[in-house]
């Protein structure tokens, strides 16, 4: 019998925006596991094939030194199994891999649920660590994910809204909740803002797929939390 730890490790479902017939990445989120010292990660994510085609796995900076398979073989579903061989995963929360997906051409607007559908943590110990799942959406739309302010593109001025959003000098609608939470971590903060500056000039979100990596820890915890479901027709 696997032994399971007490604190738990909070995972979220994909979450993305975007039109009909391009690409989207959406992030598997996982919550901090500083004092959890998970090594042995599997998780099945379910996602509605109606409107989205899985295209493949990117790792982050928290997935990068994971060794790691895919397997596809049921449809709508995508299970990852991954390994630390260094013992332990990285210190750390928010994106954990993403999926690069493709909206299907001619997909109708509005949003279908994705979800966590199985889990198993094992810590370096071989301890199993308790897990909660939180779902998520995937959302065909007229507005890029990372579009604030609505006028088309991902610029600077989207950053800065974020960043006024998380000092709470705006208030945001949910659209706008959803659209910059682009780590995935149900929360808008500087992180998300960093990440659509990356977009604005043209960059990956993922820096490490270039070789580099960004210290998200080092930026403010003042966050705004988003709602548990949200709805977003456009």
Do not use: H
Not at 26 to 51: C, E, M, Q, W
Not at 55 to 60: E, I, Y
């Amino acid at each position: 019998a696997v032994t399971v730890l007490g604190n738990t490790l909070t995972l979220w479902a994909p979450w993305s925006q975007g039109l009909a017939g391009s690409n989207i990445i959406a992030p598997i989120g996982i919550g901090s596991t500083r004092g959890l010292n998970p090594k042995n990660v599997s998780i099945t994510v379910s996602y509605d094939t109606s409107i989205a085609e899985y295209q493949g796995v990117l790792t982050t900076v928290l997935s990068n030194p994971l060794q790691y398979f895919v397997d596809t073989s049921v449809s709508g579903r995508i299970t990852i199994i991954a390994t630390a061989p260094q013992g332990q995963l990285p210190t750390g929360e928010g994106r954990f891999f993403d999926l690069q997906m493709r909206l299907k051409d001619g997909a109708p607007n509005g949003c279908q649920n994705t979800a966590i559908q199985e889990v198993v943590i094992l810590s370096n110990t071989g301890s199993g660590i308790a897990t909660e799942t939180l779902p998520g959406s995937i959302c065909v739309g007229d507005v890029l994910w990372g579009d604030l302010n609505g006028d088309g593109e991902v610029t600077f001025d989207d950053a800065q809204l974020v960043l006024d959003i998380a000092v709470r000098n705006e208030t945001p609608t949910n659209e706008q909740l959803f659209l910059a939470d682009l780590n995935g971590d149900r929360r808008i903060d500087a992180a998300d803002a960093v990440l659509i500056l990356r977009l604005a000039l043209g960059l990956s979100l993922n820096p490490e797929q270039e070789g580099k990596a960004v210290g998200v820890s080092e930026f403010s915890s003042r966050t705004v939390s988003l709602p548990t479901t949200l709805s977003i027709a456009k």
